[in-house]
């Protein structure tokens, strides 16, 4: 099968990344090559606006005082070193991924100091049962291995009234425009990519990976069957791109003051 027929490529690229170990092996493997260019790639391919959307998240975060939080699937950390960055009381910023190469570029990072960088998978994190009060994840949930386990993980990990918080690909909810959303995709990401990197596979991940994934409303769904409540998502780009959020049941220690980008 000729590496360069786009049709096989997609092909063996669905069959890679069905749920499971070898969709977590898969990711582990792109993410580890790409590490290097990643954020270039990432300020190119959104034009930049990827950062404005990442503040979003962490507005709605509402980070207050003392509160433990976890950038899961951070990759370089850029939500972990905004989130350390902008807080105006001591806060304990976690950075967790699976994939080394993406943390090792992380850690040489201005402010890298202020984080914590843990490699761990999100299917099974280390963090104690309610240890954490916010849970942020930019770009993660589509990635996972397996979805509905990991939210169950982050769940866990959650405090009492604690909150996720997560950007990712959307799916708008007009299938015509869902579809043609997915066929633009395929065709800028994996052009961006060979042009970028010579990498036309890891780009057309993107597109694949979108396709494979629920969306932003039936992560809404999932979330509310797992306990969460005051569950949303935020539409940006017309539903291109999605903010899905959720508390933990519980009171939380209302903190003196809550930090707004
Ligand atoms: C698209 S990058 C996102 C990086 C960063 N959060 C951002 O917003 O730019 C996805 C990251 O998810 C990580 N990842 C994928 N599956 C994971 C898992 N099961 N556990 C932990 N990290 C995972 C990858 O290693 C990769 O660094």
Redesign the pocket.
Known sequence: MPRSDPLALRQRIRHEIEPGERK?RY??RL?GRVARK?DLT?DVMSLGA?RRW?RLVLGLAEIGPEHVVL?????????ALAAARSAVAPIRVIA????GE?LQVGRTRPGASGVRWVQ????ELPMKDKSVDRIV????LR???RLGP?LREIYRCLKPGGRLVA?DFGRPSAPILDRAYLRYLEITASAAGWLLHRDRESYLYIAESLRQYPGQREVTEGMKRLGFVRCGYLDLLFGAMAINFGDRPGKAPTPAFASRE
């Open positions: 977590r990711v582990r993410f990643y990432n990827h990442k950038d899961l699937a951070a990759g370089t950390g850029d939500l967790a991924d699976m994939t993406m761990c998978d999100a299917l994840i930019g770009y993660g990635n996972f291995a990991a950007l």
